[in-house]
């Protein structure tokens, strides 16, 4: 786990995630932002901005792979299964938004997640949420502690 001095940052425009630290960049990730835009909107399924922090860690004893519906896990996904289903995967680190714009993102259930539409990842193409390979949302889950700062922009 990395020391409270550790953030997040998120570039829409690159679908990038860097991890940084004191020193710099820690780790940098692939995401896929929403594939509707940017906003804050309730029921647009838009990825907000703004300044946020990871207000809950779901899944650490959990399977890479495990399907989470309404943040409990229900199964393993078979990775042979095509389906276009938005599932949600692996980890999820729940966002909360510190802003006025955004201040609606834990309501909204915008999370970090791994997804069975891995393929997608570095092009705009979830609903909203920030979407990592399944390794790589594991990995980011061990190196972050609850309350992390995620600024996405």
């Known amino acids: ?17 860097r991890l940084l630290g ?9 995401v896929s932002t929403s594939k509707f835009g940017l906003g804050s909107e309730e029921g647009s399924f838009r990825t907000p901005t703004g300044d946020f922090e990871i207000s809950q860690k779901i899944g650490e004893r959990e399977p ?20 276009d289903e ?6 999820i680190l729940r966002l909360d938004g510190l802003q006025e714009d955004n201040a609606n993102t834990r ?5 970090i997640h791994g997804t069975n539409q891995e393929h997608l990842i570095g092009t705009p193409a979830s609903y909203g949420c920030i979407r990592m390979r399944n390794t790589d949302v594991a990995d980011l889950f061990a190196r972050v502690p609850e309350h992390t700062p995620v600024s996405i922009a």
Do not use: H, N
């Open 64 to 83: 890479e792979l495990t399907i989470f519906k309404s943040r409990k896990p229900i199964g393993l996904w078979d990775p042979s299964d095509r389906s």
């Open 22 to 30: 004191p020193e710099g960049v820690i780790a940098e990730y692939p």
């Open 1 to 17: 786990m990395q020391p409270p001095d550790t953030r997040i940052e998120i570039c829409v425009s690159t679908q990038k995630l």
């Open 107 to 111: 309501d909204r259930f915008i999370y």
């Open 86 to 91: 938005d599932l949600v995967l692996s980890r």
